[in-house]
T-cell receptor
Framework: GEDVEQSLFLSVREGDSSVINCTYT??????LYWYKQEPGAGLQLLTYIFSNMDMKQDQRLTVLLNKKDKHLSLRIADTQTGDSAIYFCAESGSYQKVTFGIGTKLQVIP | DGGITQSPKYLFRKEGQNVTLSCEQN?????MYWYRQDPGQGLRLIYYSQIVNDFQKGDIAEGYSVSREKKESFPLTVTSAQKNPTAFYLC??????????FGSGTQLSVL
């Protein structure tokens, strides 16, 4: 079945760029997503990219997709303490459901 | 404002008791989902429904039941058969199986 993998933890200094990486297995994925979860809250859709795109930029967020390697990344420019959260990579594809990674905890050091 | 409302925010279950978690949406979405979140395990799909009066088991449906009598509502019952129910439960909805929108979650604990 489909699988989404991402690293568990990333620590960056305030003002630096953060890059969170993700790999997925479903070659028929149509959309790939990045969600943000703050403590005790639900998931917030940050951004998404259609599978026929290579890049999408939205203010401080840049999503890069390498479809050949099934690799997705999220870059956050000028990372702020308010960006500290868990970031989930997800994909929707051929099985009519959305599959999530385990989540990467981003710690921003002031 | 449109959105998804989960209630209660916190819920406690006694041994042998069934409890029901509420999920209501006013986004006019056809599809609704229930996920369970445990620390370090990400989100696991319990049940999903793509249309009223129809639902499918997800990856961890044992010990849970759902109903979808109205488009707006998708309640989840955690039965006494679920031996390890302590977790954070998330409800979501979408137009199709894309761009899920989530509620704020229910934390279920065992007394």
């Amino acid at each position: 079945g489909e699988d989404v993998e991402q690293s568990l933890f990333l620590s960056v200094r305030e003002g630096d760029s953060s890059v969170i990486n993700c790999t997925y297995t479903d070659s028929s994925s149509t959309y790939l997503y990045w969600y943000k979860q703050e403590p005790g809250a639900g998931l917030q859709l940050l951004t998404y990219i259609f599978s026929n795109m290579d890049m999408k930029q939205d203010q401080r967020l840049t999503v890069l997709l390498n479809k050949k390697d099934k690799h997705l990344s999220l870059r956050i420019a000028d990372t702020q303490t308010g960006d500290s959260a868990i970031y989930f990579c997800a994909e929707s594809g051929s099985y009519q459901k959305v599959t999530f990674g385990i989540g990467t905890k981003l710690q921003v050091i002031p | 404002d449109g959105g998804i409302t989960q209630s209660p925010k916190y819920l406690f279950r006694k041994e042998g008791q069934n409890v029901t978690l509420s999920c209501e949406q006013n986004l006019n979405h056809d599809a609704m989902y229930w996920y369970r979140q445990d620390p370090g395990q990400g989100l696991r799909l319990i049940y999903y429904s793509q249309i009223v009066n129809d639902f499918q088991k997800g990856d961890i449906a044992e010990g849970y039941s759902v109903s979808r009598e109205k488009k707006e509502s998708f309640p989840l019952t955690v039965t006494s058969a679920q031996k390890n129910p302590t977790a954070f439960y998330l409800c979501a909805s979408s137009i199709r199986a894309e761009k899920l929108f989530f509620g704020s979650g229910t934390q279920l604990s065992v007394l």
